[in-house]
């Protein structure tokens, strides 16, 4: 019978579905493989306290704790725990690497129960100081392993969000166009079918970003400030329709499109968040705002994205304004709208090719992109001609006018394929998800650097001299991750955090690492800076494994 259940559960565990991680399970169970590391040294160092009858009670203690976390974390990854919220991982190779380290583990785990129980001998801290380092080693293999998993399903297709989002405001402007073409009785039948299907789609669009949608590829945001301020075009939304439904008869079209104007404000504002925001799985987390003028490429597509995507709302307004100079309506300051906008749309064309940094539009090399641009280009050149007829009041026969009437849903629709194409060049929309991934393995990391350097520093007061290399290592890879995590290095896939939070978290731990790293780096030590190392060293592990804690669940790195 037992044999049945242990061979159920390996099945569960190898090819249940329901074992598969999310990216926020994923984030947890690499904190904690990650932390197991920081025990395997906390531990011996505490063995060694002991060892060196430095507050011994307190630190058989400490060491109970310790192992018996460690021991339940193991089983966890393992086998899942719900008290730690970890799942099992189905990945066969993870599994392997973990049984490596569970075999391991078993040997110490003893020789530490020993030492609890004060029936230990010299040859129990021979075993934890020969085999402290293998179980890290083995360990650190299965957190690399577990961070290797952000691929594939957990890849999450933000450009669409940003696309759709950005899709609205040119809906904004499409509808109000209608409008004025309905009250100008041109093509009425036609712009009243059009107008209605506009209407339909910025309904269930604003719908699906709050709530998602299957049909559009939605999933619905968790994001405070976008749910916010979608739900500020949303009321807006609402409100507008019984004016909207007037305007179609010719009423109101003035109020209507007034406030069709306001929603674009509105919508431009969660374009702009979506933009500064990243989506995990189930779009729980913000774009982070971490970049400088010139993105990287991933970070840059989404602001090629937004951009295109405007261009897309700008045909739409540009074609109104046209109507609304036209029909002499608030005719001066329409004017200068529409040479305001004509004059974007034209310097936003020539920065996919050039690049520009008041745009902070970097060009992608891209030959299909390329070569809708230059299609792009060629129905914009007549059509700013014709705009520019109209702004400067030269378009007394009507015909500039006629022109944008005929050509606006050309230059929309291939301006809409340059979006596409944009999208479909992004080869790597996981990033940022990396990056957190990657700083939860090196912030945890750092949490076993500040238990190994102690476990040496100790070895070390003992006479144990082949610890001297050993010790100048960890010190150093600790201070240099630190640098890593304050400043970002792009080499390592760690980025430099936004989040105030996070920034002061890690000054905290400089404060306290500048303090002791002189005395890790000492030679000799009295027995009063012992001590210090001593009584510092966990408020460092503290302050560091909260660093961590925030790296994986603040919304904002």
Same mark, same amino acid.
């Given at each position: 019978?037992?044999? =049945?259940?242990?061979?159920?559960? !390996?099945?569960?565990?190898?090819?249940?579905?329901?074992?598969?991680?999310?990216?926020?399970?994923?984030?947890?169970?690499?904190?904690?493989?990650?932390?197991?590391?920081?025990?395997?040294?906390?531990?011996?160092?505490?063995?060694?306290?002991?060892?060196?009858?430095?507050?011994?009670?307190?630190?058989?203690?400490?060491?109970?704790?310790?192992?018996?976390? =460690?021991?339940?974390?193991?089983?966890?990854?393992?086998?899942?725990?719900?008290?730690?919220?970890?799942?099992?991982?189905?990945?066969?190779?993870?599994?392997?690497?973990?049984?490596?380290?569970?075999?391991?583990?078993?040997?110490?785990?003893?020789?530490?129960?020993?030492?609890?129980?004060?029936?230990?001998?010299?040859?129990?801290?021979?075993?934890?100081?020969?085999?402290?380092?293998?179980?890290?080693?083995?360990?650190?293999?299965?957190?690399?392993?577990?961070?290797?998993?952000?691929?594939?399903?957990?890849?999450?297709?933000?450009?669409?969000?940003?696309?759709?989002?950005?899709?609205?405001?040119?809906?904004?402007?499409?509808?109000?166009?209608?409008?004025?073409?309905?009250?100008?009785?041109?093509?009425?039948?036609?712009?009243?079918?059009?107008?209605?299907?506009?209407? *339909?789609?910025?309904?269930?669009?604003?719908?699906?970003?709050?709530?998602?949608?299957?049909?559009?590829?939605?999933?619905?945001?968790?994001?405070?400030?976008?749910?916010?301020?979608?739900?500020?075009?949303?009321?807006?939304?609402?409100?507008?329709?019984?004016?909207?439904?007037?305007?179609?008869?010719?009423?109101?079209?003035?109020?209507?499109?007034?406030?069709?104007?306001?929603?674009?404000?509105?919508?431009?504002?969660?374009?702009?968040?979506?933009?500064?925001?990243?989506?995990?799985?189930?779009?729980?987390?913000?774009?982070?705002?971490?970049?400088?003028?010139?993105?990287?490429?991933?970070?840059?597509?989404?602001?090629?994205?937004?951009?295109?995507?405007?261009?897309?709302?700008?045909?739409?307004?540009?074609?109104?304004?046209?109507?609304?100079?036209?029909?002499?309506?608030?005719?001066?300051?329409?004017?200068?709208?529409?040479? *305001? =906008?004509?004059?974007?749309?034209?310097?936003?064309?020539?920065? =996919?090719?050039?690049?520009?940094?008041?745009?902070?539009?970097?060009?992608?090399?891209?030959?299909?992109?390329?070569?809708?641009?230059?299609?792009?280009?060629?129905?914009?050149?007549?059509?700013?001609?014709?705009?520019?007829?109209?702004?400067?009041?030269?378009?007394?026969?009507?015909?500039?006018?006629?022109?944008?009437?005929?050509?606006?849903?050309?230059?929309?629709?291939?301006?809409?394929?340059?979006?596409?194409?944009?999208?479909?060049?992004?080869?790597?929309?996981?990033?940022?998800?990396?990056?957190?991934?990657?700083?939860?393995?090196?912030?945890?990391?750092?949490?076993?650097? !500040?238990?190994?350097?102690?476990?040496?520093?100790?070895?070390?007061?003992?006479?144990?001299?082949?610890?001297?290399?050993?010790?100048?290592?960890?010190?150093?890879?600790?201070?240099?991750?630190?640098?890593?995590?304050?400043?970002?290095?792009?080499?390592?896939?760690?980025? *430099?955090?936004?989040?105030?939070?996070?920034?002061?978290?890690?000054?905290?731990?400089?404060?306290?690492?500048?303090?002791?790293?002189?005395?890790?780096?000492?030679?000799?030590?009295?027995?009063?800076?012992?001590?210090?190392?001593?009584?510092?060293?966990?408020?460092?592990?503290?302050?560091?494994?909260?660093?961590?804690?925030?790296?994986?669940?603040?919304?904002?790195?």
């Amino acid at each position: 019978m037992r044999q =049945f259940i242990t061979l159920l559960i !390996t099945l569960l565990i190898f090819n249940s579905s329901l074992f598969a991680l999310s990216d926020k399970e994923l984030a947890i169970s690499i904190n904690l493989a990650g932390k197991q590391r920081m025990l395997t040294q906390k531990m011996t160092k505490e063995a060694f306290l002991i060892h060196s009858n430095i507050n011994k009670q307190e630190n058989i203690e400490r060491l109970k704790k310790s192992s018996k976390l =460690f021991d339940k974390t193991l089983k966890g990854l393992m086998l899942g725990d719900k008290s730690l919220k970890l799942v099992a991982i189905k990945d066969k190779d993870i599994q392997k690497q973990l049984k490596k380290v569970k075999k391991l583990w078993k040997p110490f785990y003893k020789e530490i129960e020993n030492i609890i129980s004060n029936k230990a001998t010299d040859n129990s801290y021979k075993i934890l100081e020969k085999n402290n380092i293998p179980i890290l080693k083995e360990m650190n293999v299965a957190v690399g392993m577990y961070a290797s998993q952000n691929k594939g399903d957990n890849k999450l297709k933000l450009a669409n969000d940003i696309n759709l989002a950005g899709k609205q405001r040119m809906l904004t402007q499409k509808m109000g166009k209608d409008l004025l073409f309905i009250k100008n009785n041109i093509k009425s039948k036609t712009y009243i079918s059009d107008f209605k299907k506009s209407q *339909k789609l910025f309904t269930k669009t604003i719908k699906g970003l709050l709530n998602g949608d299957k049909e559009l590829n939605l999933k619905g945001t968790k994001i405070t400030q976008i749910v916010k301020q979608l739900k500020v075009v949303d009321k807006l939304w609402i409100n507008l329709q019984p004016t909207l439904e007037k305007s179609l008869h010719g009423k109101d079209t003035k109020e209507a499109i007034d406030e069709l104007d306001n929603i674009l404000v509105e919508m431009n504002r969660a374009v702009i968040l979506y933009t500064k925001s990243v989506n995990r799985e189930k779009q729980r987390l913000k774009f982070s705002s971490i970049i400088n003028s010139f993105m990287n490429r991933n970070n840059q597509l989404k602001r090629l994205v937004n951009l295109s995507g405007k261009q897309r709302m700008l045909t739409q307004r540009m074609t109104k304004l046209s109507l609304l100079v036209s029909s002499n309506i608030n005719k001066k300051e329409n004017i200068k709208r529409l040479l *305001k =906008f004509s004059s974007l749309y034209n310097q936003t064309l020539n920065a =996919f090719k050039n690049g520009d940094k008041e745009l902070n539009c970097i060009p992608l090399k891209s030959k299909s992109i390329d070569e809708q641009i230059k299609v792009i280009e060629k129905k914009w050149e007549p059509f700013y001609k014709n705009i520019k007829n109209i702004a400067n009041q030269k378009d007394k026969d009507g015909k500039s006018l006629k022109f944008i009437i005929d050509n606006n849903e050309k230059l929309l629709k291939v301006s809409n394929e340059l979006v596409k194409r944009y999208e479909k060049s992004n080869q790597s929309q996981n990033y940022l998800d990396r990056v957190r991934l990657r700083v939860v393995n090196v912030a945890g990391r750092q949490r076993m650097l !500040t238990q190994k350097m102690t476990k040496e520093k100790l070895l070390l007061s003992k006479g144990n001299m082949e610890y001297k290399e050993k010790l100048q290592k960890t010190i150093k890879l600790f201070n240099d991750s630190l640098n890593t995590l304050i400043n970002g290095d792009s080499n390592q896939t760690i980025v *430099k955090p936004t989040n105030r939070k996070i920034k002061n978290q890690l000054e905290k731990v400089l404060s306290i690492w500048t303090r002791l790293k002189p005395l890790y780096l000492k030679e000799k030590l009295s027995s009063k800076e012992m001590k210090t190392i001593i009584k510092d060293n966990p408020i460092l592990l503290s302050e560091m494994n909260k660093m961590v804690k925030m790296s994986e669940v603040e919304i904002e790195y």
